[in-house]
């Protein structure tokens, strides 16, 4: 099991202590992206005259927000990921069968290759006949 992270970061200006198994810099990362999405919604009117409640959960609903689509563009991806694994497979497979088809065609053509040797010889042993038989 790794060990339990602590790490001071800065929220909202305000200095905490965040504590978990991941790294020290994801802890940060964590807190700079609560920073940014504070620092967004800071940018709406209607956010800053909220009460401090309804900020709260304005932040966390934007936040809620992000995480549905980053999870939705996860699943896109994988399922993306999937279309081109299978054809993947597939064009290995066809290469596969492509290998095989060559090999057999490399053996048909040395046996024709050998076939028309040994007809080359019969004609040869043909010809040689004849030209006995003419004289």
Same mark, same amino acid.
């Given at each position: 099991?790794?060990?339990?992270?602590? #790490?001071?970061?800065?929220?909202?200006?305000?200095?905490? !202590?965040?504590?978990?198994?991941?790294?020290?810099?994801?802890?940060?990362?964590? $807190?700079?992206?609560?920073?940014n999405?504070?620092?967004?919604c800071?940018?709406?009117? $209607?956010?800053?005259?909220?009460?401090?409640?309804?900020q709260?959960m304005?932040?966390?609903?934007?936040?809620?927000?992000d995480?549905?689509?980053?999870?939705?563009?996860?699943?896109?991806?994988e $399922?993306?990921?999937?279309?081109?694994?299978?054809?993947?497979?597939?064009?290995?497979?066809? #290469?596969?069968?492509?290998?095989?088809?060559?090999?057999? !065609?490399?053996e048909?053509?040395?046996?024709?290759?050998?076939?028309?040797?040994?007809?080359q010889?019969?004609? $040869?042993?043909?010809?040689?006949e004849n030209?006995?038989?003419?004289?």
């Amino acid at each position: 099991m790794t060990e339990k992270t602590d #790490v001071q970061v800065v929220i909202n200006g305000k200095v905490l !202590t965040m504590s978990g198994y991941e790294s020290e810099e994801y802890l940060q990362r964590v $807190a700079l992206y609560i920073n940014n999405k504070i620092a967004e919604c800071n940018r709406s009117d $209607a956010y800053r005259h909220a009460s401090k409640d309804d900020q709260h959960m304005l932040l966390e609903i934007n936040m809620v927000d992000d995480y549905f689509k980053a999870k939705q563009d996860a699943e896109k991806f994988e $399922a993306e990921l999937k279309v081109k694994q299978n054809e993947l497979y597939d064009m290995k497979h066809d #290469v596969i069968n492509k290998d095989m088809m060559i090999k057999q !065609t490399k053996e048909s053509l040395h046996k024709c290759e050998l076939q028309l040797q040994e007809a080359q010889k019969k004609i $040869a042993v043909l010809e040689a006949e004849n030209k006995d038989k003419r004289r």
